[in-house]
T-cell receptor
């Protein structure tokens, strides 16, 4: 079974630029999560989707971050404009609906200069 | 929200047992997890325990849960060099995982 796929793996941008990350969850997983992991910290949930609807986006900085999950499969997370403090690894995870096991992708490491 | 705390570092000799400890604050946490993260990789789900259990064993891994003290531990028997990684404790009661900062385990020969 293929795991969670993410791209790109690395991205370097200047502050005030925009960037987008892509995630393809495990086939059949209705629930998709985006986490932000700042160096030296544990992951923090940004947004949770169930199919193509948002379940929880309470910790998403909505003035600059946006996410969508069209057709309930792939998802895109965008940052516009980026700030230095957005430098982090962005992790995507997925799970079966109603299941507590979340499976993570390899992450996208973002560096904002 | 939930706070999850872990010690930051653990050094262990190859072949010995490792014990990683974690405390959490929300007594309504339903599931408690251990994830492993190797350099440059995502998080790998190692094991998890439901809150009505006090122990779970899976090959070299033993999870102990003290719900009264809100304390979780992970024991790795016969620690190998491949066990060197960052280990994250996480808790949830509504699918939203709250993670600790991670314990860096270094296995020395």
């Amino acid at each position: 079974e293929a795991g969670v796929a993410q791209s790109p793996r690395y991205k370097i941008i200047e502050k005030r630029q925009s960037v987008a990350f892509w995630c393809n969850p495990i086939s059949g997983h209705a629930t998709l999560y985006w986490y932000q992991q700042i160096l030296g910290q544990g992951p923090k949930l940004l947004i949770q989707f169930q199919n193509n609807g948002v379940v929880d986006d309470s910790q998403l900085p909505k003035d600059r971050f946006s996410a969508e999950r069209l057709k309930g499969v792939d998802s895109t997370l965008k940052i516009q404009p980026a700030k230095l403090e957005d430098s982090a690894v962005y992790l995507c995870a997925s799970s079966l609906m109603g299941n507590y096991e979340q499976y993570f992708g390899p992450g996208t490491r973002l560096t904002v200069t | 929200g939930e706070d999850v705390e872990q010690s930051l570092f653990l050094s262990v000799r190859e072949g010995d047992s490792s014990v990683i400890n974690c405390t959490y604050t929300d007594s309504s946490s339903t599931y408690l997890y251990w994830y492993k993260q190797e350099p440059g990789a995502g998080l790998q789900l190692l094991t998890y325990i439901f809150s009505n259990m006090d122990m779970k064993q899976d090959q070299r891994l033993t999870v102990l849960l003290n719900k009264k003290d809100k304390h979780l531990s992970l024991r790795i028997a016969d620690t190998q060099t491949g066990d060197s990684a960052i280990y994250f404790c996480a808790a949830t009661n509504d699918y939203k995982l709250s993670f600790g900062a991670g314990t860096t385990v270094t296995v020395r020969a």
